[in-house]
Structure formats: structure tokens, C-alpha cells
């Protein structure tokens, strides 16, 4: 089965520009804006997963969050084929990107989940 963030963190960061993993980087502070993608439930088949993925955006002022958030979804939402050695059939938006808390008043986060169709390439 093709791991969803090894698949859409690469993905986002050819896209976007931005630092794109798995979990957010010890610097975070000084390598925003920062994208950090994570599996969080979903469900695997056989030959076919949908995972539900977590996409924070991390960024100096909200507006850069608010706009990168929204430029990822936005490509999310018409991603399909082959990515990263998986193909992707469809991606859903379950919670569109909202303001999100973080402990450091100079870090502004937006967070949305995704549900992503897809099978190893």
C-alpha cells in the first residue's frame, strides 16, 4: 500500500515551494512557511487505501497561512493520477482549512483533513 504522506508532503512541496514532511522541523520558526502532513485514521483495502490526512500550514502571518491553505486545497481537490509512486483516483476535502492553536505567537497555523483514494503505482 502506497504511504499517503511519503505520496502528498513531496507533492505539496514541488507545488508550493514550501517545506513539506511528515512532522514539523525542530526550526520551524526559521524555515516557514512550513507544510506538515499526517495520516491520521482512514481506511486500507486490499488493493486501494483512503486514508484521512491532516495538512497544517505554518507561516509568519495568517494571511500567508490562510492563502497557502487555501491554495493547497484547492489543488488537493483536483490532484489525480500518477504521484509519487502511488496513483491517486480522487481527494476529498472532510474540514476545509480553519485557524488552528500554536503555542508560539509568531507561528500562525491553518489545518484541514483530507480523505485521499489511492493504490501503489
Given amino acids: 500500500m502506497a504511504d499517503v504522506e511519503a505520496v502528498i508532503a513531496p507533492w505539496i512541496e514541488a507545488t508550493t515551494g514550501a ?8 526550526d520551524l520558526e526559521q524555515r516557514l512557511p ?3 502532513v ?3 485514521g482512514g481506511s486500507d483495502g486490499r488493493f486501494r487505501g483512503h486514508p484521512r ?6 507561516a509568519a502571518t495568517d ?4 492563502t497557502l491553505a487555501n491554495n493547497i486545497r ?4 483536483f490532484l489525480r493520477g500518477p504521484v509519487n509512486g502511488a496513483v491517486i483516483s480522487d481527494t476529498r476535502c472532510d474540514s476545509g ?14 489545518g484541514a483533513t ?6 501503489a503505482a
Wanted: aromatic share 8%; hydrophobic share 45%; glycine share 0%.
Fill in 19 to 26: 517545506f513539506s514532511a511528515s512532522k514539523a522541523p525542530e
Fill in 34 to 36: 512550513v507544510v506538515r
Fill in 38 to 40: 499526517e495520516r491520521i
Fill in 53 to 58: 490526512v491532516a495538512v497544517d500550514v505554518f
Fill in 63 to 66: 494571511d500567508e497561512a490562510r
Fill in 74 to 77: 484547492d489543488a488537493l481537490l
Fill in 97 to 110: 482549512p480553519s485557524r488552528q492553536p500554536w503555542a508560539n505567537p509568531a507561528v500562525h497555523r491553518r
Fill in 114 to 119: 483530507y480523505s485521499v483514494s489511492l493504490r
